[in-house]
């Protein structure tokens, strides 16, 4: 079992991480030149600062319930003992990590659109760089799978 030469193909992580780097870039441009032309929907409420305060508690909220949730896919990750199997379980895992960058990225563009609160873009911002972290390299493939022996296919 061991003899087994271990490769991944890069080209489709890229191919992923590049839509959704893409993707995500053009959001948060796109947000940010419309909010500083003055295009944004000013909600009025009654307390502003109050519902800001709730919004943020929540996406924090669900920041440590995502991470949480990739600890035990981490884990669930790690127990697999054939490589094909981790390799295909690791395939859903970062298309997870990429879609939760998304999605996160696209809320908080949202949230500054309709607040026009800068505190909203440093979310984005953070959102962004997560992505960027993210980008699928050699080093961060060996450790998630917890292998030394991999080959990678450019």
Not at 75 to 90: Q, W, Y
Request: glycine share 4%.
């Amino acid at each position: 079992m061991d003899n087994l030469v271990k490769t991944v193909d890069m080209k489709g992580y890229r191919r992923i991480y590049l839509s959704f780097l893409s993707i995500m870039t053009v959001m948060a441009v796109a947000v940010f030149v419309l909010v500083q032309m003055g295009i944004y929907i000013r909600l009025e409420l009654a307390d502003p600062d109050w519902i800001i305060n709730i919004l943020l508690f929540g996406m924090v909220a669900l920041a440590f319930l995502y991470g949480y949730y990739l600890r035990k896919l981490k884990i669930k990750l790690l127990s697999i003992p054939d490589f094909e199997d981790k390799l295909a379980f690791h395939r859903k895992y970062f298309r997870i990590k990429m879609w939760w960058n998304l999605l996160s990225g696209t809320t908080s563009c949202l949230l500054y659109l309709l607040t026009a609160n800068r505190f909203f873009f440093w979310f984005v911002l953070f959102d962004l760089l997560g992505l960027l972290l993210s980008a699928p390299k050699p080093f961060f493939f060996r450790r998630e799978l917890n292998d030394d022996d991999i080959i990678f296919l450019q």
